[in-house]
C-alpha cells in the first residue's frame, strides 16, 4: 500500500503536510488554506490532458505551476489566465505527481456542490487522471487509483469509501469529467461500495458542520 508521509520545509513551521511518499513531487502555488483542515470528507475525480488528447507531455505540470508557454500550442492561450490546481495526476502509465498536500486546498473543483455544501474544495482531494472523456483509462491507472484511495482513506478517517464522485457529479452541466468511459463499477467492485456518490443524495455520510 502506498505510504503517506509527513514533509518538511525549512520554511514553513507547519510540518503537517501529506504528501503521498510515492509521488513525485511538483509544487503548486494554486493552494491555499482548508477553513477546516481536519474536514477532509470527498474524493473528487477528474480527467485532463494538455494539449488536449495528447499525453505524456509536461503541459499539466505547467498549467499547475502556472509555467505554460502560451506559443507551445494555440489552447495555451485560451487558458493561460487560469490559476488551478489538484492534490494528485496519475499518469497513463501509473506514475503519481503530488501538486498540493492534502491538508491544504487545491483549486480544483470550482464551482460545486456536494450533499448541499458548496465549495467543494473546503472539504476535499482531487484527483486528476490524465485522459480525456473520449477514451478508456488504461489498466494501470485503475490500479494506482485504488491503491491510493485506500491510503487515504486509512490515513484520513473523515474520508469514506461511500464519499468519492466525479466532477460531472458536483459540477453538472458545466463539466464532463471523468466522462463516460471511467469505469465507476471498477473501482467500487475493489472498494466494495456503489459508486459515483450522488452528490444530491444527502443519504451519504459526509462531515457537514457549516
Not at 506559443?71 to 495526476?89: C, G, K, M, N
Not at 456542490?113 to 477514451?135: A, H, K, P, Q, W
Not at 453538472?172 to 459515483?196: I, M
Request: charged content about 25%; proline content about 6%; hydrophobic content about 30%.
Amino acid at each position: 500500500m502506498l505510504k503517506i508521509v509527513k514533509k518538511h520545509s525549512e520554511s514553513n513551521n507547519n510540518i503537517n503536510k501529506g504528501f503521498l511518499e510515492s509521488a513525485r513531487v511538483c509544487p503548486s502555488p494554486n493552494h491555499d488554506d482548508r477553513p477546516d483542515s481536519d474536514d477532509i470528507s470527498l474524493i473528487v475525480i477528474h480527467n485532463i490532458s494538455l494539449p488536449p488528447n495528447q499525453f505524456g507531455g509536461e503541459g499539466i505540470d505547467q498549467l499547475f505551476t502556472n509555467t505554460l508557454n502560451k506559443d507551445e500550442h494555440p489552447f495555451y492561450e485560451e487558458i493561460d489566465h487560469l490559476r488551478v490546481s489538484s492534490h494528485l495526476l496519475i499518469r497513463r502509465d501509473g506514475e503519481v505527481v503530488q501538486y498540493v498536500p492534502f491538508e491544504k486546498r487545491a483549486w480544483h473543483a470550482g464551482e460545486s456542490s456536494y450533499l448541499g455544501r458548496s465549495v467543494c474544495n473546503d472539504f476535499s482531494i482531487g484527483i486528476e487522471m490524465e485522459g480525456t472523456d473520449f477514451e478508456p483509462f488504461t489498466d494501470i491507472q485503475y490500479q494506482v487509483l485504488e491503491t491510493t484511495i485506500h491510503s487515504l482513506l486509512e490515513r484520513y478517517p473523515t474520508l469514506s469509501k461511500q464519499n468519492i464522485t466525479g466532477h460531472e457529479h458536483i459540477a453538472p452541466g458545466r463539466k464532463t469529467d471523468p466522462g463516460p468511459y471511467f469505469k465507476w463499477e471498477k473501482l467500487a467492485k475493489s472498494l466494495d461500495t456503489k459508486l459515483p456518490a450522488d452528490a444530491c443524495n444527502e443519504s451519504n455520510e459526509v462531515n457537514k458542520d457549516d
